[in-house]
């Protein structure tokens, strides 16, 4: 009968103790305990700090523990984004604090960066319409950026990078889907090359030279992934099902997308890519539509606060992604 040795190429540790710190798919056994133990990782949602004002159509940066969102709007407003499109607020892991306003009153504008070094643009004003200006949030106060290219709007879920070198594609401008991006460095944008398909409220995580996007509406919905280089675009596997802005974090080889529209319904599914394939992880306690997303580069730590269901209910609901090394006692029976 073949030993563990003879079928895997190594034996199990017998330890003592469990060891303090160990890594993902470690395997050993405990002599004291008489068990085999395992170290799987383990993935989960938990709630979070409600925000102060419910809102759907919003923005956000950061990380889960030092996040920022701002603008979006309420439910049944005959002029959204004047209600709540210049409100901004902070998250420190556990609780949502109101900090300055805006310039500019918006909703579906995108929004990327850190707490401390964010950055706003386009979006759609009630009533002047679609918009071009940006805004750059220093951790206290916000100012004036560099105008992007065209009147439109990207949804939520839109653009990746950091406040000095940002990208983005796709997107809407009055009646016409864009395939064209645009990379920001600090005060200006430039055109780059046009991505291999057009759509609004598409969704993007990564860098500005290693980016990774999917989706948006052509209509209707689509499952087309990219890949961006700095330069130019590779047509990589869909994603399971089509979305419309949907909440992100990660980088381009590990990332994963949660929230917003996948299907025909709100999502509740977590779905992952390795940088090749995607595969389906555990769910969100409410899909919701148009949340603020996670500017994080980290897959392991993610959060999305507000969105709505309809256009009659909004949310103040944070959650809170994790992903953690956790000890277990295989069963030897």
């Known amino acids: 009968m073949a030993n563990y040795k003879d079928l895997h190429g190594f034996q199990i540790k017998h330890r003592s103790s469990d060891p303090s710190n160990p890594i993902e798919g470690e395997i050993w056994y405990n002599t004291t305990l008489q068990k085999l133990k395992l170290t799987p990782k383990i993935s989960a949602w938990s709630a979070g700090g409600a925000l102060n004002t419910s809102r759907s159509q919003l923005a956000g940066a950061g990380i889960q523990t030092a996040g920022l969102a701002w603008g979006g709007t309420v439910s049944g407003s005959t002029a959204p984004s004047e209600t709540n499109g210049a409100k901004t607020e902070e998250y420190n892991g556990t609780s949502w604090t109101n900090v300055n306003d805006k310039s500019n009153k918006k909703r579906q504008q995108s929004g990327l960066g850190i707490q401390t070094a964010a950055l706003d643009y386009g979006g759609y004003a009630d009533p002047a319409g679609y918009q071009d200006s940006s805004e750059e949030y220093d951790g206290t106060s916000w100012t004036a950026g560099g105008d992007y290219l065209v009147n439109y709007s990207n949804g939520v879920g839109s653009g990746c990078g950091t406040l000095t070198a940002a990208f983005n594609y796709g997107g809407y ?118 949340p603020a997303n996670t500017g994080t580069s980290s897959v392991t730590d993610g959060f999305f606060a507000g969105g709505d269901v309809s256009e009659t209910t909004t949310y103040t609901a944070t959650e809170e992604f994790s992903r953690a090394v956790t000890v277990r006692t295989a069963d030897t029976t």
């Not at 645009?182 to 200006?188: F, H, I, K």
Request: aromatic residues 8%; glycine residues 14%.
């Open 173 to 290: 401008t009055p009646d016409t889907n864009l395939n064209s991006s645009a990379e920001y460095n600090g005060t200006s944008w430039t055109a780059g090359n046009n991505s291999p398909y057009a759509a609004d409220n598409v969704s993007q995580t990564g860098t500005q030279t290693a980016a990774l996007g999917w989706g948006g509406n052509n209509p209707p919905a689509v499952t087309t992934a990219v890949e961006y280089d700095g330069t130019n675009f590779s047509v990589v596997n869909s994603t399971p099902v089509a979305t419309i802005q949907v909440g992100s974090s990660g980088i381009q080889t590990a990332a994963h997308i949660f929230g917003g529209f996948m299907g025909t319904a709100h999502g509740a599914t977590t779905h992952e890519y390795d940088g090749t394939n995607w595969s389906t992880s555990v769910s969100v306690g409410t899909g919701r539509h148009a």
